[in-house]
């Protein structure tokens, strides 16, 4: 029997876009700045290829501009570099993303290195995780995570003091998931595949967030009663008809039975992350321009 609330990721999603397109239209006609958004794909990757098509829409649903950069799979490192040069200096330009995985002669960090910091919208450069992890002003919190945190907060009223555990520790997902919870005054735990007893860790949360590419791999009887679960994993798993189907790292059926509150997979983090690219724009444009963002979802 389904007991928690189903985070729905889909309306949530809306409530932000609605505001970053008030958000758009206001620095339109107050300050006469139409923002734009620079996405750099590389390569043939079909999974890639969606997610920049529909950042692309996303972009255009806003009224922001999107600048799409197609690169052929071979192109050389220097030729990318010199790109991300050139949208850096592009005054039409707020906001530079580049869909990662790219192929292996090319390095991600030295991408991610070139990015202008003010532009990196994604707030995957060392200066944007540095303010993230010391908690100074100013940082580019990641979109995923920054999604996250969005649900957690619909759901959690204070979270001051709640025992969270991240499950994952990747660079764009889980730390920074989890610098987030502690600078809310949660009790943090990152568990990872060295985690002893990762059961017993997850039955301690009060926030339990998954983020580890592991099909259902959150039972039931992991979750503390009544917790708030987000799962951030998207996994491509065979049906019994042959076909496939998108799941989570967490069992959602088991979950739904003893969750206070669980994120469906489709439909829970990923809208949120695509909203949380568009609400970065704007946030990156108006400090660019020396503007106070505006409050968004
Ligand atoms: N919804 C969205 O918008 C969105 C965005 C980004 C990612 N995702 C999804 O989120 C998931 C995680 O992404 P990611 O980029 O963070 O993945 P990642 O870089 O592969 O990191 C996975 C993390 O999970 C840990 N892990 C793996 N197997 C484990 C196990 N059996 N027990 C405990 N920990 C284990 C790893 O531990 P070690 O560090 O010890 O290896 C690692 O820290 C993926 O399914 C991805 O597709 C979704």
Same mark, same amino acid.
Request: hydrophobic share 35%.
């Given at each position: 029997m389904t007991t928690a609330e189903i985070i729905d990721g889909r309306r949530l999603a809306d409530e932000v876009r609605g505001t970053v397109r008030n958000a758009v239209r206001n620095l339109k006609d107050g300050h006469q700045l139409d923002l734009g958004l620079a996405v750099v794909l590389v390569g043939d990757d079909a999974a890639s290829a969606v997610y920049v098509r529909n950042k692309g829409k996303a972009c255009e649903d806003s009224g922001i501009r999107s600048f799409e950069h197609r690169l052929p799979a071979d192109v050389r490192e220097e030729d990318v570099l010199t790109l991300i040069a050139g949208l850096n200096a592009d005054?039409?330009?707020?906001g530079i993303l580049v869909q990662l995985?790219?192929?292996?002669?090319?390095?991600a960090e030295a991408v991610i290195d070139a990015i202008d910091p003010a532009k990196d919208?994604? +707030?995957?450069h060392i200066i944007n995780t540095g303010r993230l992890a010391i908690g100074t002003a100013g940082a580019m919190v990641p979109c995923t995570p920054g999604g996250c945190l969005i649900m957690i907060k619909k759901h959690v009223?204070?979270?001051?003091g709640q025992r969270a555990l991240v499950l994952g520790r990747s660079n764009i997902v889980g730390k920074p998931i989890a610098q987030l919870l502690l600078a809310e005054n949660c009790t943090v735990t990152m568990a990872h595949?060295?985690?002893?007893d990762l059961a017993d860790e997850c039955r301690r949360a009060d926030i339990l967030v998954a983020a580890v590419?592991?099909?259902?791999?959150?039972?039931?009887?992991?979750i503390k009663p009544g917790a708030t679960v987000i799962d951030v994993g998207i996994n491509r798993v065979e049906t019994e008809d042959g076909g496939t189907k998108l799941v989570g790292d967490v069992d959602f059926n088991a979950a739904a039975e003893v969750a206070g509150a669980v994120t469906p997979v489709? +439909?829970?983090?990923g809208p949120m992350t695509i909203a949380c690219l568009l609400r970065n724009t704007v946030i990156a444009a108006c400090r660019q321009k020396g503007i106070e963002p505006p409050a968004m979802g």
């Open positions: 005054d039409r330009v707020h995985p790219l192929p292996p002669q090319i390095s919208v994604d +707030g995957f009223a204070d979270l001051a595949s060295k985690t002893r590419g592991r099909p259902r791999m959150v039972a039931g009887d992991w489709p +439909g829970g983090v």
